[in-house]
Structure formats: C-alpha cells, structure tokens
C-alpha cells in the first residue's frame, strides 16, 4: 500500500478552470444559434475559422515559447467564439483568423498566458480589427436575408427600430450580439452554474442606460443596442481583467457605463463597448488595490490592529 | 432550524453528500479497548514530557507516566493499566520519532486514585478547578491541542466575559463531536459551567452548526436551569467552527491580529475539552479516552471511544477494514478533509488527545492535480474567512519574500484550506501559507534566541 502525502485540503470544490471554459462555451450556444439562424452560413464559416485558429495559434505560442501545452484548458475556443460573435456576418473569414491570432499570440501568449493578459483578448483583438480593416467591420448584413445589401445599425439610425426588433435581434449588427432572449438564456445559465456572478452583467448593463439616458439617448434603447448586452454577459466578466471584489466589480461596471456614453455621444465610433471595456480592464489593477477587503483584526487596510470592543 | 448566524466567506466542502457525515452521524460511539496503547509525550502544543516510568513498571489506569514540560506542558497518563513495554521514539503522524510509551494493557482497568475529585461542578471551590484541568492533562481537542490550563491563566488587567463551546463540528466527516452532544450533553454543560465558575464568568454559549439538530435539542434540554449557558445555532459552512470565525459570530468581535481570544474577553472550547474538564473536575479522571469518528471507504464506518495511544491499523480493522481493495487506498487522513494530515506510508500511528477521526480515501480520490496558472476569477478571496488575497499572497510565498507575504498578512491565514479547495486552477495557496507561516515563525524564534 503507497499512501500519498499531500497536504490538506483533501476535497476540492468541482470547479475547475477547464470546466468553468466549457460553461462559457455551452453558455454561447444559443447566440451561436441565432447568429447562424440570422445571418446564415457565413456566421458558421467565421466561428469554425475563429475558433480553429485561436487554438492552432495558442498550441503554437505555446511551442514557441517552451511551455507546457494549456489548450485543454479551452480558454483559447473561449476566445476565438467570443470574437466571431463580435464580428458582422459579412466579415473576410481571414480577418476572423487574423484577429483570433493576434488575440492567442499578442494579447495573451506574449504577456505570459492565460491569467497574466490584461486586456481581454477577444476585444483587443477586435479594437486590432477596428483599427486595421475598419471598413470590414461595420459592413453590415442585414438579418434573415443572405445576399441583402447593408443596413445602417441601430446605432447609426436609432429611429429606424422598434424595441420588439432590438431585443430579439432581426437587426443588422454582429453575429452573437443582436439576440438578446439568447444572450439572457446563455447569462442564467452562468449564473446557474456560479460559473459568474450578476453583479458585473446587471451593473454594466443599467449603467450604460443611464448614462445614456442623462446624455440624451434612449434608456432601453441604449442597453439593446450595439454590443452592451453581449460584452457584459460574456466580455466583461472576463475573470482574468475585472476586478475581484464585488465593490470593484461595481466601480468598474460603472465606468464601463460611463465611457460607452462619452464615446456614443461624443466619439467617433458609434458603438463603444469595445474600447470601454478596454480602458477598464486597464483600470482593473488599480480598482483592485483600493477596494481590497478589510483583513479580519485590522481596524481598516492601513492595518492598524482592531481595538478590542466589548 | 437553520441559522443565519455567520462570517463572511468560507466554503460548502461535500455539501451534497451532507459533508461526507451521514455514515456515521447515527452511529451511537462504541468503546474499544486495545491490547497495546503507544502513548506520545507529545501530544499537546508545547514541549513534549519527560517519562517518568521504565520498561517493567506496573502502571494502574489514570496513572502519570510524563512530567510536564516548560510553560505549554502537560502531563501525561496511562490509558490501560498493565506494564510498560516500550519508552521510545515511534512513527506518529507528522514525526518519525516521536517520543511514546507503550503498555501493554492487563485489562483490569484498575483506577489509580492520585487525582482528587472536587465533586458537584455548581458547588466545589472554583479555585481548585484550573489546577485539576492541567493535573488531568487536558488540551484542546478540537486539532490545535492547546493546553487548557493555559488559555484559563488571565494576566493582570485582563478579563473573560464569555466562555464558548464549539459543537459546530464544521469540518467533513468526522461525527464525533455530534455524537458526544447528544451522548454526553449533561457532561459538556458541566464542563463549561466548570469553567465558567473557575474565571467567574457570567455567560457560557455553546454553538453548533445547524446540520445538527438533534444535538441542538439535546443541548438545549442539557441546558435548561444551568446558570449563564445558552445554545446558538449556527450556519452550516466551513470553517464555521475556526476560533476566529467563531468569536465573530457569537460576540461580534474580532480578535486583533497577533492577539488571544482572551485579549477580546472570550475563551473557546471544543466540546470534548467541555466534557474532559467535566470529568476531571468531577471525578478527578485524566484525560485518556477519546472519541474518533473512523469513516470513508471501510467496511462500517464508526464512532469509537478510543484509549488515547490506540493504533489506527487497529481501528480500521475493527471497522471490518478497507471496503476497497488494499492497493486502490490512496490516502488515510487522520482528521476532516480540510485540515487533517495524511499517514505517512504506514497505518501503524497512534491516536493522540486532539485525533477527532481517520478518513481513508481511495486512489482516485487522492490524485494529485498539476498547478493551472491563476485566472483571478477571484474565488479564493470571496472564500477567506479573513479577509486576504490568496491569489496575490501565493506569488509572495513561492518567491519566498517573507518581508511582502507578512505585509499582505500571512501570519493572520488561518490555514484553514477554503482557498485551495476553492481554486479551479487546483493552486495550493493554503500549502504555501502554512509553509511561510512556519518559516517567519522560525525566523523570528532564530531573532530571540
């Protein structure tokens, strides 16, 4: 009989990083589904070609640079899946592939990998994107109607939809953002699973609304619209770039709301969600450091020692 | 009957299988006397005795065999009358030699009569109490194995107001302390009221966590008419029953950091420790018997009443041995799944005062996980009952920077295991603690010394 020695704890809790990834890939599913049901074939070529070559991308920075092989960890098929539902339905398959790359290899690989990133690589992918082939980007196809030319989206002409159209999505906009009864199933089903908690999603959400709403914009509106819905089920709660503690989940969610405001109001692009994020994630080691919880028998994290009461 | 009452953070470890506790929880405690007892010397925190008998003495039960040693000493006593056999170093859990006498039991169990009971615990001389505690050899029982008579010395200027006895039995598998609750209760009543008396204290709560409630019933009942004493249930969640979390929750203090209980006016017991002062005070019994919950993959699992000193192999044979085959054993943990330490290579160790339970776990249970990077999903800090970054602390340890890991506050880990149960990337943050912790601790003894 050979007795193994480590140390306690001896049970560990079922999570683990491998399956919380799987949770976020069967929580994509139903956008997947409606991308595809929406915008037809192209959306199914762009996922296949992003996620494929986010993970061949991984396996090879990972070669490169002599580490142990992680993509059983699946946070690569995260990230390539995550940045084709972000994409229109008319983009190149080799943009997918160039910012799937750009995202596994620069983003992540080159920081030191998975957990040492502090961009969320699927977004610094699409601002990548955004900032090499804008063109491609927002050349829209307009839902249930493969070879229809482009509409304006409701960001660009926030007249020309109604509510109904803006939440179940036959609006032209990217492949997993515009369905949002998808997006809500695929968020219950990580709250169900305590792969995530709501305070990220909800707070982001409701920011956003009301600052647009205090900047002239619509409060319902301005949550259906562009990316908001999607980025904050699936984007923003990245665990790796937002902060832990739930009062700097809050601060972060806030200035997510905030900047996406500014930039629709006053930027150049008409969305904004990517680059908020962006900022915030950027934020995130600075939030951590000023709400850290309070260490039990210190008086407050100047760590003065408690005085004792009673 | 479920409680709200509780700390922030903590974990559910086996929640859905009632925390590896339904195999034994119903099992009434059966006593099992050994043939032979290995009894340490160092079985308290604090040196180890000094034997005071030799190979051939005769020895009745209840009879000191060890002198206490240093400020943190306790004396020891034999568990079986008959001869000593053996006074040398054995294997014991956590040391190769670890100094031990062996008896080898006559089964006559003749009662030596040295200690002197004080009788009824509401009417003996309360300053006669502290001293039979420590002349019991009595220490905590519930894993730290702190000498009892030492958390009752309260120096100049300090005083106690509340006294607690922990029933909240909050790590997996072991059952021994909920069944000394509904067995015993009259007992632990005693004990505390012992000790509330010896410090004069006004108010004696006892706390159980609320997955028991029929020992909370019990106690209840137990309690009823004693002076100062009340029952508090509490949330079932690890570690529910940690010193720290368990003053928060009862008192709404905190122990400062560096600090005693006593510095915030409160002394914990384990239940069991209630029960020893209550023998000790009573009858003038030592402190050589214990209960130990003895589960996991054996045949049937039990609640046995132990001489200190008794053989794990032995117990597990008395449970009808291994219901796995021998070589799918993976590990046989003396203690709850969060805290207890695995044996060493072999199942030849002795019970000692503060051994609550032997959990045998099999191979693939006991597999070994590679280390994933950290993802800072952030798990680790919603899970530490006090409060500190595990993810960011670990970086400190494992770089052996003891200058930053004590500015992030390793000394106040509680080593309790939340952290690395927790992490889905399988880190041993609470490993890595409890490393830096012995370290800064040596080095500050190297500092004094």
Redesign the interface.
Known sequence: MKLHLSPAPHVHSPQTTRALMLNVLVALIPCAIAGVYLFGFSAILLMLVSVLSAVAGEAIIQKILGQKSRINDMSAAVTGLILALNLSPRTPWWVAMAGSLFAVIVVKGLFGGLGDNFLNPALAARAFLLVCWPRYLTTWAAPLAADAVAGATPLANPAGYTLGQLFLGNIPGSIGEVCKPAILLGLVYLLFTKTITWQIPVYMTAFTGVFCALMGGGFVESMLSGGVLFAAVFMATDYVTCPMSTKGQIVYAAGIGLIIALIRKFGLYPEGVTFAILLMNVATPIIDRFTKRRVYGYEDNKKKEAKANG | MSSNNTFRGG?H??HGAHEGKSPTRGQAVIDYTAETVTIMMGMHLGAPSTPTVQVGDHVKLGQQIADPVGFLGLPVHASVSGEVIAVGPVQSVMNPAAMAVTIKNDFKDEWVDTLEPLGDVETCDPTKIVPAIKAAGVCGQGGASFPTHVKFAVKEGQYC?TIIVNGAECE?HLTCDHRLMLEQSKRIVDGLRAAMRALDVKKGVIAIEDNKPDAIEAMRKAAEGRDGVEIMPLMTKYPQGGE?QLI?VV?????????LPL???VIVLNVSTAKSIADAVIEGKPLITRITTVTGHVVRPCNFRVRVGTMVDELIAECGGYSIP??Q?????M?G???????????HIPIAKANGGV?V?SEE?????DE????????C?EAC?????P?KLKYFCDAGDMKRAGEW?VM?CVVC?SC???????R?L??SF?AMKDKIAAEARKGKG
Not at chain 2, 329 to 333: E, L, P, S
Not at chain 2, 341 to 347: A, E, G, I, R, V
Not at chain 2, 365 to 369: L, V
Not at chain 2, 372 to 379: M, T, V
């Open positions: 974990v470890p086996l107001d997996t720290k928060q008192t709404g203090r905190e122990v400062p950091t560096k600090k510095d915030v006016h021998e070589d054993v993976g590990k046989v943990v203690g799944a969060m805290t207890g330490f695995p044996c060493p290579n072999t199942t959990v776990y249970e006991s597999k070994d996980y994933d990077p950290c993802i800072r999903c952030g798990r800090v009952p006090i409060g500190l970054n993810y506050c106040d295991g690395s149960y927790i992490c889905p990337a399988h041993r609470t490993s409890k």
